[in-house]
């Protein structure tokens, strides 16, 4: 399998992030690759330049790290870190490019969170800008051996689509049960039909790779916090959510990706919509 790429700034939310990276290699076979990015540009600064000490220091942490976590990953698997320079959230899609990576895991400070913790309030910006699945996730949520429950809420987009191949992968990997769960925040007929049929497409194709699917819906003008409410009755383990807004009937996207992140004490998958998709 491809590696997975983990942001990280030594924060007990980064770090956290690290762990739960772990339980997802090892079961995806897959590399990981520790990035940290050293944000300050001496030019910009008011304070000396601390650059190269700054970096001595990350360098020694990661060398802890690897020390610490590489005992918990399976055989075969391997964990090295890269120091970079630039902006955090261009410097993590461009590794992830590189390398080829399958997902990128990143902390998240979640609504009551502290800004200083850098990594934690850049996680939108790290899922705004990569090209790769990214998954976020809080400090206290407490890791999983497995993902049993992903929970798939469904828009009246076709962009909303594009998570479903992926979302396979993890379910047939993780022998996970999906709720592909139909959201309406209108209750006109004909607006509901769309995104009825949407879902209707992605039961299809979930069923066509023997992907265990249970369906419902959520009639909500607050679908944040219905989706998320819905997420701690089923005890689901992961929501998967695209991260663009393209339409008005987006209603997952955007800003509503943003509030998710910041408010699910669960993490959060989020795909970017590509220019040229096909489901079928």
């Known amino acids: 399998m491809h590696p997975i790429i983990v942001a990280v700034d030594f924060s007990n939310t980064a770090i956290h992030a690290v762990e739960y990276a772990i339980s997802m290699a090892n079961k995806m076979k897959s590399d990981i690759h520790l990035i940290w990015v050293d944000k300050l540009n001496p030019q910009e ?3 000396p330049d601390t650059s190269n000490e700054n970096r001595n220091e990350a360098k020694k942490r990661f060398e802890e790290l690897l020390n610490t976590y590489s005992k918990k990953l399976a055989r075969g698997i391997t964990m090295d870190f890269k120091l970079k320079k630039g902006r955090i959230y261009r410097e993590v899609d461009n590794m992830a490019k590189l ?12 609504i009551s969170g502290y800004e200083e913790f850098w990594i934690g309030s850049n996680a939108y910006k790290i899922v705004s800008c990569a090209t790769n699945p990214v998954i976020t996730v809080r400090h206290d949520y407490p890791i999983r051996e497995n993902i049993e429950r992903i929970l798939v809420p469904m828009d009246g987009s076709l962009e909303t689509l594009q998570k479903i191949p992926f979302v396979v992968k993890l379910a047939t990997l993780f022998n ?6 139909t959201t309406h925040n209108s209750h006109l007929k004909s607006i509901q039909r ?16 023997k992907v ?3 369906e419902d819906i959520l009639v909500a003008n607050d679908l944040t916090k ?4 819905y997420a701690g009755k ?7 959510i695209m991260t663009e807004q393209e339409t008005p009937v987006n209603i997952l996207l955007g800003a509503q990706a943003q509030q998710l992140i910041n408010q699910s004490p669960i993490p959060v998958l989020s795909i970017h919509p590509q220019e040229k998709f096909n489901l079928i």
């Open 45 to 47: 600064s008011v304070y």
């Open 99 to 110: 390398v080829e990576a399958e997902l990128i895991v990143t902390g998240a400070h979640g």
């Open 176 to 181: 996970s049960e999906v709720h592909l769960v």
């Open 194 to 209: 769309i995104t009825e049929k949407i879902t209707q497409m992605a039961r299809g194709y979930l069923q066509d790779q």
């Open 212 to 214: 265990t699917v249970i």
């Open 226 to 229: 219905a989706v998320l409410a």
């Open 234 to 240: 089923v005890d689901a383990d992961l929501i998967a």
